[in-house]
């Protein structure tokens, strides 16, 4: 069989089976392809570094439509997968993204009897230092939400995709994944979808609906974006694209430097910040995970004691 007809089937599984999102799916298939165009090259080059024979062909990556490598692939070929991915200065996140989505696509195809044997039994991810949640105070949250110039639309924007982090504690890919009728202006409420398509509604203070709607004019005003395609995504970039969820990081990670809070604090940590001001108030475990859009009160519990647990370090800095 061949290798797209393989990812195809794994795609359903996962876009039917298990409710993923899209852009996961989008996820699992960069990853797989680029493990196929590994294995080709390998069998074409003998050394497994097919970005330095397919740049010297001048060709580009092989097709899975046109393969078929993936049930002959063993551990072996895993485990070379994984080194030639440290030779090229992956993150220990990024390998253990790619190793967990061929966990997922082999088990499934074990699972089906597509394969005889499971190329990654026995097989490691490496592992990462996880990251320790910062807790911004009140008057830290004040000097970041007050940095962009909301005189013209992208620092609107940008102050309002603050303003929601700060304020509803969702996530960077929720955001970016908002559209505007995702605003209720009347009951200053905001539907929020999860990534696995769960959604819930929160409410928003009634200064972030005045930011969403001074930056809602600001850019009709000055870009007329929606006004002439009918756009439904409520943060855009300059070219009037839905912002992807990279360029949101980079523009929120930019305010926290310039807020002088150093390279540890990340984007999340404002929804960590979010979430240890409502637990310092009392919230419930259960209203917690509706807040958060956690899948479950026994993972929003184990959230919950890691924040009171851990020491802030910008606290403690300032």
């Known amino acids: 069989m061949r290798d797209c007809d393989l990812i195809n089937a794994f795609a359903d599984f996962i876009r039917y089976g298990k409710r993923r999102a899209e852009r996961t799916i989008t996820g699992y298939r960069s990853d797989l392809e680029q493990f196929v165009d590994f294995l080709i090259s390998e069998s074409l080059t003998g050394e497994g570094e097919y970005a ?9 990556p092989h097709k899975t439509d046109q393969s078929s490598v993936l049930p002959n692939a063993d551990s072996d070929k895993v485990r070379a997968f994984m080194k030639y991915l440290r030779n090229k200065n992956y993150s220990q996140a990024s390998i253990r993204r790619k190793l967990a989505t061929l966990i997922c696509f082999y088990n499934f195809l074990y699972s089906r009897h597509r394969l005889d044997f499971n190329p990654i039994v026995g097989i490691e991810a490496p592992r990462i230092k996880k990251h320790k949640p910062n807790i911004l105070t009140e008057e830290q949250i004040h000097r970041l939400l007050h940095l962009p110039d909301i005189i013209n639309w992208l620092g609107a924007r940008d102050r309002i995709m603050l303003e929601l982090l700060c304020n509803t504690g969702i996530r960077v890919s929720e955001l970016v994944n908002l559209d505007i009728d995702d605003v209720d202006f009347g009951k200053q409420s905001l539907r929020v979808t999860s990534g696995s398509g769960k959604q819930r509604q929160l409410k928003l203070p009634l200064t972030a609906i005045e930011t969403i709607r001074h930056y809602l004019q600001l850019m009709q005003k000055q870009t007329g974006f929606h006004e002439k395609s009918g756009r439904i995504a409520l943060f855009i970039n300059k070219f009037g694209k839905r912002l992807d969820t990279r360029s949101a990081d980079r523009r929120i990670e930019k305010y926290i430097l310039q807020a002088g809070f150093g390279k540890s604090i990340t984007p999340f940590d404002l929804r960590h ?40 370090q910008l606290q403690n800095a300032f």
Do not use: M, P, W
Not at 54 to 60: A, G
Not at 284 to 298: H, I, P
């Open 273 to 312: 910040s979010f979430a240890q001001k409502l637990i310092s108030h009392g919230i419930s475990d259960t209203q917690l995970c509706q807040l958060l859009g956690f899948e479950s009160v026994c993972a929003t519990r184990s959230y919950a004691e890691s924040l009171k647990s851990e020491n802030s």
């Open 52 to 60: 330095a024979y397919f740049s010297e062909k001048n060709q580009q």
